[in-house]
């Protein structure tokens, strides 16, 4: 009869191990397919007349849409951790990983102007500023960043100092012409802040809400990627969280409580500092980072836990996910090529110039009366469509990286 104090013991120790540097977490993996899932369907409304939620807020608040890209920062600062410690253990050096990280970073930041001019490329007009962008110079900070430091309080302590002075920057800096925030113009002006105020400075004519006038403004504009730099120094912060020799039960705890601290310290920020998506403010950083982390939670207990990555139905319900995330840049890239091939494809009907995009949403999702449902399945076909090639990818075993 076999020892039940020899049998159990290997269990308990593989429990609190902490995941191998080869190990590939699902969780994080369903997690990264999702997040890009939702980023096709919300870059890709369907029109005029989606619901609220489907679409970013206006200005201040906060809709589901507005935390797709933190949600995938988020993501970013997790797997930086776990692809470091890989390349570390598998013998590359510090000055190998270093050049590795800032090849990554040009690569994707010139990714990222290759899809927003594509297909025609008006030079006078190409925005430089976008979602690639953002997150290669967030990478490439907290990238470097953990590499010459992993001690967790020197994270933490740049996380405050960028939280705080960015709210600093925004409240107290005087905007030119205008004044300072809160006494001679209002705070958080959607046209008169620092913030699109220096970007209309670096970048005029190549902004994404671009105007002849002065209300021209970038989301991901210059400033705006200081807190930015904050949403991912959270999930590097969870990335060590989930690399530690603690029980899985314990990191489910652990991801718990963090969601909870996150939402509640920027809702209660956001009294004073609010909710804002486009100038990125660092109660919107808190309170993303709250949703991101409790999204998490349910897929580590999920997939990590509870072991659905094993049984059929578990597969069935992460098969989709997996394969969006592993190729989520990809994934990204053709959702946004994909109208520009559309526009370079055009033929008369009804006496009118249209693409084939125009025309099957015309014949077809028009159909719908409701804006909202027709919205809504305009965006969940548009998503299924750039899922084939993914798919095939995938069959293929092909793993685009960069």
């Known amino acids: 009869m076999a020892n039940p104090t020899l049998t159990a013991a290997p269990r308990k120790v ?11 977490l699902l969780s994080l993996d369903a997690l990264r397919g999702l997040t890009i899932a939702f980023m096709i369907m919300v870059n890709n409304p369907g029109g005029p007349g989606a619901w609220r ?8 608040g906060m809709t589901a849409t507005d935390l797709v890209f933190p949600g995938f920062l988020f993501i970013v600062g997790i797997t930086t951790v776990f692809s470091i410690e890989a ?63 992993k001690r967790v309080w020197t994270k933490v302590l740049l996380l405050a100092v960028v ?27 959607r046209n008169q802040n620092i913030v699109a105020w220096v970007d209309r400075q670096l970048m005029p004519g190549h ?12 989301p991901e504009g210059l ?27 314990t990191k489910t705890l652990g991801l718990v409580a963090a969601a909870a601290a996150c939402m509640a310290a920027g809702y209660f920020w956001s009294i004073w500092f609010p909710l804002n998506k486009k100038m990125w403010t660092s109660s919107f950083v808190l309170a993303s980072a709250g949703w991101s982390l409790a999204l998490l939670a349910l897929t580590w207990w999920a997939v990590e836990q509870k072991g659905w990555g094993k049984t059929k139905t578990g597969k069935a319900l992460l098969w989709p996910w997996l394969v969006f995330g592993a190729n989520a840049i990809t994934a990204y890239a ?19 110039l249209v693409d084939p995009e125009q025309w099957i949403y015309l014949h077809s999702f028009m159909r719908i009366t409701d804006s909202g449902w027709r919205a809504l399945a305009y965006c969940l076909i548009y998503t299924a469509i750039c899922f084939i090639p993914i798919w095939a990818l995938y069959r293929k075993k092909i793993f685009i990286k960069i």
């Open 53 to 60: 939620e489907m679409d970013h807020s206006p200005w201040n």
């Open 207 to 218: 902004l994404y809400e671009d105007a002849p006038t002065y209300d021209a403004r970038d």
């Open 87 to 149: 390349r570390l253990a598998r013998g590359a050096t510090r000055a190998q990983l270093a050049k590795h990280i800032i090849q990554r970073a040009v690569i994707l930041f010139g990714l990222g102007i290759v899809i927003h001019g594509f297909p025609y490329y008006h030079l006078a007009h190409l925005r430089i500023y976008g979602v690639l962008q953002r997150i290669a110079i967030c990478y490439l900070v907290v990238g470097l960043f953990y590499l010459v430091d």
């Open 14 to 24: 593989a429990e609190i191990a902490a995941p191998s540097a080869s190990r590939r």
């Open 334 to 352: 053709i959702s946004e090529w994909l109208h520009g091939v559309f526009n370079l494809i055009t033929f008369h009907a009804g006496g009118k």
């Open 223 to 249: 400033l705006s990627d200081i807190p930015a730099i904050g949403t991912t120094l959270i999930g590097l912060l969870i990335g060590l969280w989930l690399r530690s020799r603690r029980t899985i039960s």
């Open 163 to 189: 939280l705080v002075g960015y709210w600093g920057l925004v409240r107290w800096v005087p905007v030119p012409g205008a004044g300072v925030p809160g006494r001679d113009v209002a705070f958080l002006d």
